[in-house]
């Protein structure tokens, strides 16, 4: 793409009608279609993705959990408080660029409750999503793993069987993708393509460090390229600077810039443009909730393809597979820590997450408050008790999953002639009408689907139209907005709502 350019060929001083921070899932949309009708300057701290081939490659997908965060590749790992090791994108495309690929969207409920749209809008959403799906989405074939997955759900009840579908129905279905048959990834940076090219430029390399201000209304950005030289982009009159750095990269941008509780930017003696108690809280994270089976049979890597619904859509359930050895840190424990000396040959997770969650974090800034480091998050996972009984119905759910003639036909035998299953790390309690003891393995077991949101939500922070609320000039959208994520996973819905 010619308007893609390392941020240290850019000039010191420009001027757009739009800046948009951060060329993820959201910004990538955006910038398209900002660009139709305006100059448009979009700033990734990333590179663009071929530079990075892995990352196009669905069966490459679990590098995102091996390959060392090196500061400047598309895996940008972190540790939150709650010592769960967890990971967002730094890469044009943004997290769309490592993430599973499933492509699934919103409940409309979820337009009229979280977003406060009307009927009316509902075409416009169709149109959005539409735009999205005919560049960049696929009907996946399954594997003999996924194919089994789908029947062991609607045996388990979760029905009816959908077939293909990208909606948010209650039963099963085989969700769009946004790996093709080949197995090639087509995230957000293939939406640049949709864009009027000669409105667009591109920076990559370039971290934001800072917003800048005249008094209340946001005029301009500051930014570093990869020599460390810092650059200014000013907004024309009417123009607006729109943050989409993602729920963990947009909060902190806020802060860095002033905005945020006044006696805490103070106290890290950053300036302050706006006291906003909000920026930063109600940080929210799905922990999944599931099991790992271990099969003596080899099973190609297989990312979700088939999602299950369970009725009022209170769970989702995914599962992918893997032929082992697997060489994935523990502390992701996407599989457990003795997977790797296993001599099984294949494992495969099975995991669900609850709709809504409950408990709540927050992030601040570290010590050296610089926007090239992680900030400090915690998402206190299974604080509130709504949820330790949500994962405890959750796993119950999953429980029965194994007693399915589809997982009754593929259980293996023991030494002594038994058939049985082989769970891989802790095993699900032997007694799962126990609450307490079920409780105890949700809390044990704390793994992610890494769809974490909040830090400036809709009504707190940005108004309905994304609109930082008391600042003039400055809007975010991305994950950071949603106080509940939509449907079975959200990058659907971030690049349709960028539309
Ligand atoms: C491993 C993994 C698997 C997942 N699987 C799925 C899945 O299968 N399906 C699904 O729908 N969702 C999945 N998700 C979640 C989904 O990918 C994210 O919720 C979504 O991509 C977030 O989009 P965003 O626009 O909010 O942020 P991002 O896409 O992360 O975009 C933020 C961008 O801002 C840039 N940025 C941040 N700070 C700055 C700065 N100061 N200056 C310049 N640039 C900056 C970042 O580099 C990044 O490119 C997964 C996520 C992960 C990590």
Redesign the pocket.
Known sequence: MKFVQDASEFPIKEEYDYII???????CPLAATLSKKFSVLL????SEPSKYPSVLNEQQLLN?FTVEDDGKNPF?RFISEDGVEN??????????M???????RADPEFFRTQLGMQELDMEMVEKAYEWVEEAIVFKPSLNLWQGAFRRFLVEGGVEPDNGFDLRDDVGTKISGSIFDENGTRHG?VELLNKAQPTNLKVAVQ????RILFSGLSANGVL?SDSKGKLHTAYIRKEGEIIV??????SP??LLLSGIGPKSYLSSLQLPVVLHQPHVGQSMMDYPRFGYVLAWPFPLSFT??KVIGISQNKTFYFQSIASTTPLSIPPLFSIFPPNSTSLTTTSLATIGGKFSKVASTGSLRLNSSAD?ASNPIVRFNYYSHPADVAMCVKGVRKVGGFLKTQTVENIKTRDLEGNKTIQFVGLPLPGNLSDDSAVGEFCKKTVTL?????GGCLVGKVVDGNYSVIGVKNLRVL???TFAV?PGS????T?MMLAR
Not at 21 to 27: P, R, S, Y
Not at 98 to 104: D, H, K, Q, R, T
Not at 489 to 492: E, I, S, V
């Open positions: 921070v951060g060329g993820g899932t959201t910004g700033i990734e701290r990333g995102v940008n990971i967002r994108g730094r890469v044009l495309g943004g997290s769309s490592i993430n599973g690929g499933v492509y699934s957000a370039a971290i934001v460090q930014y989409s750095a993602g729920a963990i990269g902190q941008l990312s979700s926007a689907y890494w769809h974490y949101h991305d994950g950071s994520s996973n959200p990058t659907a971030l």
